[in-house]
């Protein structure tokens, strides 16, 4: 049942079906090297598609996760890195927990993120990267989340400053926004956790 419909949805949103072939433990442990991943982590997948099929968020990829796994066997690293299902992948632990093989999906989904980020490969989906750098500062400057100053920042960036200018003002009447930001005593300790794990700007 799951295939008719899962060849429906790649029709109707033209995305290529993989084909299914075999692939050598030497072909995944050297996709996997790349990653900085073990070779457990993807080489077991075969293809069963339960982690596409309970994805909450499938419908918006252009690759499905059984796919993006499928395209790291292969080494196709320029399909995956460049793809938007990396940076839609929301981390729910759905597909690990549907998962026959225990594949911690949601985990390779960040390996591939971070390996994005370290190759420079623009963001397929640079709204959400936008979202993380103007969240990660606000933490950085005062360690914690001014969500005005972060909305702002946002909107800034994206330049898509009025599509959400009625939601805004109602936040803004019920105190739901407040002016004036707030920082932590440890604003330093803070600062040191960046220093120490500090990853490449997601986005110009």
């Not at 080494?75 to 690990?96: K, P, R």
Request: glycine share 4%.
């Amino acid at each position: 049942m799951w295939q008719s419909a899962y060849s429906a949805n790649c029709r109707k949103r033209k995305v290529p079906k993989v084909q299914e072939l075999s692939v050598s433990r030497d072909q995944a442990h050297d996709a996997g090297e790349h990653l900085y991943l073990s070779t457990s982590a993807f080489a077991l997948c075969y293809q069963c598609a339960k982690c596409s099929a309970g994805c909450p968020i499938a419908e918006a990829m252009d690759y499905l996760p059984h796919q993006i796994l499928k395209f790291v066997q292969l080494n196709l690293m320029e399909e995956v890195l460049g793809s938007s299902t990396i940076w839609l992948c929301a981390g729910c632990q759905t597909c690990a927990v549907r998962c026959p093989m225990e594949i911690d999906l949601a985990q390779v989904m960040e390996s591939l993120r971070e390996q994005s980020l370290a190759l420079g490969v623009p963001a397929a989906e640079r709204r959400i990267t936008v979202f993380c750098d103007a969240f990660l500062a606000d933490v950085q400057l005062r360690g914690r989340v001014h969500e005005l100053r972060q909305l702002l920042a946002y909107k800034l960036k994206t330049r898509d400053l009025l599509s959400d200018i009625g939601l805004g003002a109602r936040m803004l009447t019920k105190g739901r926004l407040t002016m004036k930001p707030n920082r932590v005593d440890s604003v330093d300790q803070v600062q040191l956790l960046f220093d120490k794990f500090k990853l490449p700007k997601t986005h110009d």
